[in-house]
């Protein structure tokens, strides 16, 4: 039975991103849309069809296969696709078959094209990079919701000012906010205990409503920091709450004002530099997680910001091998220090461990290596640990003696990974092609990853089995357009953006290095040199990019987040807590992974 103007107009005012759309805007377009029926098992279209237009699935299933017949997605009830095909030259990227009956909605290209010309909204929903964000990390316009410590101190109007000032201290706070029943009702801060308790010998059972500040000033959250400047410089104050639907949510103090200008990587760096021992390294490597939430409120790319934090645990390293040297003396022969891992990819965030090793000239001695070199290991990822980079759950570290050698050993090693690669290998040989030198003499390591590289690239048997190690960690896709999330334990019903979102795109760029014979170890420009070298075509590449600079940055904003609410930051995410438009988004991100994945697993790098 047809459909008709008012069933396909209401439909499409349920969908995305017709339901945010002026109401006079979608009826202007309904009538361009054409109903199609699909019989089950038909083709919508087929590989490098041209298309007719954008689809949208008003009842029914479809899957979508990639060129290797790989089924990538399953989708229904108001799903679109062909949008990809469409912004590149017209031509499908997939093909689509109904899995049923099913009745879909065909918006011509012509059509869908003056929707996202005329229509911002269509455009951001159809474009699926990231595209520029504005930066805007200076205080006077990042948004309070950034500046504001959660979870604010409270009291009750009925407790004593002795009672107040005892919780002050014990919490380490120059301000309570005095609530009843969740909601704001004044303030107190140690200002009011020393003007109007102390000054004026009140005796130190006054209750805090006779002292506090009632009623006071508050912002919201979508505030900035400009208000809170000039709110605070007008009354002269240190102390604004923060509410929201009347709701106490936070609270900026001028110390939150003078933190957030103080945090940057470069002062992080200085101060670690200029640290004596690994305790006052942690102090400062305590304000990464603020440095995270500064950053990312700023819009930084997630590219800068794992390379700012990473800088810090470099520096960290250095210093510590420095404060080593100074114990110990100076080393008995020339020695370099190595990180793999995210930190050899400078690719850290707010949860890293850590990883690393210790390459040692042909000279040393058995009892340098169980000396010195044992002693400094030791010492270094002693600090670390105390910085915050917790031990290597794998003891892939430098304390570990079979990661301690000397070179010779170590061209060894990597000899009998690419001739030998059993299963164990392939796990060593995946983390020590992110090997990167932190400290010592580079030259250590320099001929040997150019020579690793050539044994590596030249062996199809090992080229192969890293193929396979680089597929075993699959995006978190399910049925009909949803998410395949953890299914039991702590993080069930979530996902995990390291494990299923990230890790996919790293172990694909470095099999393009290895293909490639490219030097770079981090994952961004292992894509872009392998664009470059032809090993990863143009169009292929740029969306790989995009899916991994979206999920990157969803993963960052998610742990800011976090640590903005006062928890620890991880890399596990609810689906829900997302917007339609940014798990459509993220669910596409994992679909040109996924296909990606298919096509080297074919034997071919390229797409698209």
């Known amino acids: 039975m047809p459909l008709t103007h008012e069933q ?3 439909f499409l005012s349920s969908v995305h991103p017709y339901d945010t759309m002026p109401a006079e805007v979608v009826a202007a377009i309904e009538p361009a849309f054409e109903a199609r029926a699909v019989v089950a ?8 069809q041209e298309l007719d237009g954008l689809f949208i699935i008003y009842e029914g299933e479809v899957e979508v296969s990639d060129e290797n017949d790989v089924v990538v997605s399953h989708l229904g009830l108001r799903n679109s696709f062909g949008e990809r095909g469409l912004l590149r030259e017209g031509v499908s990227l997939t093909a689509a078959r109904a899995v049923v009956d099913t009745t879909l909605l065909m918006l011509p290209a012509a059509g869908f094209h003056k929707l996202i010309a005329e229509q911002d909204a269509a455009a951001r929903f159809f474009d699926r990079s990231r595209g520029d964000k504005p930066v805007k990390a200076d205080l006077a316009t990042t948004q309070v919701d950034t500046l504001m410590a959660a979870n604010p101190v409270t009291c009750l109007a009925s407790d004593t000012a002795q009672d107040a000032a005892r919780l002050m201290r014990d919490k380490r706070v120059s301000s309570l906010c005095v609530t009843v029943e969740g909601k704001l009702s004044g303030i107190l801060t140690t200002r009011d205990l020393s003007g109007k308790v102390l000054a004026e010998a009140l005796p130190v059972t006054t ?8 009623n006071p000033i508050t912002l919201a959250p979508s505030s900035i920091g400009s208000d809170v400047l000039h709110a605070m410089m007008e009354r002269k104050i240190g102390h604004i709450p923060i509410v929201e639907s009347g709701k106490l949510v936070g609270i900026v103090t001028q110390t939150d004002l003078t933190r957030f200008q103080a945090v940057s990587s470069a002062e992080l760096v200085s101060e670690i530099a200029h640290a004596d021992t690994a305790e006052e390294m ?41 404060l080593a040297e100074e114990r110990f003396g100076p080393a008995p022969v020339p020695y370099l220090w190595l990180a793999c891992g995210s930190q050899g990819r400078q690719e850290q965030t707010g949860v890293s461990d850590q990883d690393n090793c210790l390459i040692l000239d042909g000279a040393v001695t058995q009892a340098d290596r169980t000396g010195y070199f044992a002693k400094m290991a030791k010492f270094v990822c002693d600090g670390l640990d105390a910085c915050g980079y917790v031990y290597c759950p794998g003891d ?39 090997l990167r030198p932190i400290g010592g003499h580079v030259g250590l390591f320099e001929d040997l990853q150019d020579q690793t590289l050539a044994m590596a690239s030249k062996n199809s048997i090992f080229v192969a089995h890293m193929v396979s190690n680089s597929l075993k960690h699959t995006p ?11 299914r ?5 019903n979530q996902l995990d953006l390291k494990h299923n979102g990230v890790v996919p795109v790293v172990d694909l760029g470095r099999v393009y290095a290895l293909q490639g014979r490219l030097g770079e170890v981090n994952t961004r420009a292992r894509l872009e040199a392998a664009m470059h070298a032809g090993v990863l075509s143009g169009g292929g ?13 969803t993963r960052l904003e998610h742990q800011a987040a976090q640590v903005k609410a006062g928890g620890a930051p991880d890399n596990y995410l609810t689906p829900s807590d997302l917007s339609e438009f940014d798990r459509s988004h993220l669910r596409d991100a994992f679909v040109v992974i996924k296909s990606m994945q298919s096509a080297i697993g074919h034997g071919r790098g390229m797409l698209g």
Request: proline share 6%; aromatic share 8%.
């Open 282 to 322: 942690a102090r400062v490597t305590a304000r990464i997680p603020q440095l995270l939430v500064q950053l990312v409120a700023g819009g930084r790319p997630h590219q800068v910001v794992t390379r700012l934090i990473t800088d810090i645990a470099d520096t960290a390293t250095r210093r510590l091998l420095m």
């Open 396 to 434: 892939m570290m430098a304390t570990n003696p079979k990661w301690c050698q000397p070179l010779t050993t170590w061209r060894g090693y990597f000899e009998s990974w690419v001739n030998k690669p059993v299963p164990e290998a392939q796990m060593l040989a995946s983390v020590m092609f992110d």
């Open 541 to 553: 590449g740029q969306d790989l990019l995009d899916a991994y600079e979206l999920i990157a940055e």
């Open 207 to 214: 209750p805090v409503a006779e002292v506090m500040t009632a």
């Open 8 to 10: 396909i107009l209401r």
């Open 476 to 486: 978190p896709l399910g049925l009909l357009r949803g998410f395949a999330t953890i």
């Open 488 to 492: 039991s334990g702590e993080h069930k």
């Open 41 to 48: 098992g038909d083709m919508v279209y087929e590989l490098g």
